[in-house]
Structures are given as structure tokens and as C-alpha cells.
């Protein structure tokens, strides 16, 4: 089980830091991602961490804006986000995979339900 948590309202420019807890699996041994979905789009990579060596992948629009990152003792993943935009308002879904820095949605086995992050100008 994936539970996403942090999302929230805030204002463009602002920072806000979203969580995932993972239980009932082998969290070390699964490579991470986030995803978003915003209404009426498809969901979209944002951004993933393998479970071998915590080498991170970043789609381009978040790059430099975002830093993914896992701690294994506590089965959490997190995903900072900074300078945040309005086209950043989209639900996020943490997911867990068995590819290294996959970016489609097919190349992750289990999600969670997802956070509603909202950016206000």
C-alpha cells in the first residue's frame, strides 16, 4: 500500500514537500516515482529514485525546481518541490516498480491514490 501525503493550496513561487509511505512490500529493493495527473490531461513522469544506488531522474519541466529522495529505514519517499507554478496544480501519485528511473506509468506495478496539490497566483 502507497500513501501519499502533503499536497495542499498554496501560491506560485512557494515550496511544498510531498510524502509517500509504503507498506506491506520490500520498499528497499523498489525503484520510486512520482507522477502527476492534471484534469482532462494524462498522467505524467515528475520524477523517480532507483533502489540501488538513489540515482534520481527528473522530467524537464521539474528539473532544477525539484529533488526527489527515499529514506528506506522509514519506507518513505519525498518529493520537494520549489518555485512551484500554476501548471504544477495536478494530483500526485507516488508508485513502485521494478524499473530503474522509469518514466511510464506501465513500468510501475503499484500506486497510491494520489495528493492534490493546488498552485494559486
Known amino acids: 500500500q502507497l500513501v501519499e501525503s502533503g499536497g495542499g493550496l498554496v501560491q506560485a513561487g512557494d515550496s511544498l514537500k510531498l510524502a509517500c509511505v509504503v507498506s506491506?512490500?520490500?520498499?528497499?529493493?523498489?525503484?520510486m516515482g512520482w507522477f502527476r495527473q492534471a484534469p482532462g490531461k494524462e498522467r505524467e513522469f515528475v520524477a523517480a529514485?532507483?533502489?540501488?544506488?538513489?540515482?534520481?531522474y527528473y522530467a524537464d519541466f521539474v528539473k532544477g525546481r525539484a529533488t526527489i529522495s527515499r529514506d528506506n529505514a522509514k519506507n518513505m519517499v519525498y518529493l520537494q518541490m520549489n518555485s512551484l507554478k500554476l501548471e504544477d496544480t495536478a494530483t500526485y501519485y507516488c508508485?513502485?516498480?521494478?524499473?530503474?528511473?522509469?518514466?511510464?506509468?506501465?513500468?510501475?506495478?503499484?500506486w497510491g491514490q494520489g495528493t492534490q496539490v493546488t498552485v494559486s497566483s
Open positions: 506491506g512490500r520490500t520498499f528497499s529493493s523498489y525503484n
Open positions: 529514485i532507483s533502489w540501488f544506488d538513489d540515482s534520481t
Open positions: 508508485a513502485a516498480g521494478g524499473i530503474v528511473g522509469g518514466r511510464l506509468t506501465r513500468q510501475y506495478d503499484y
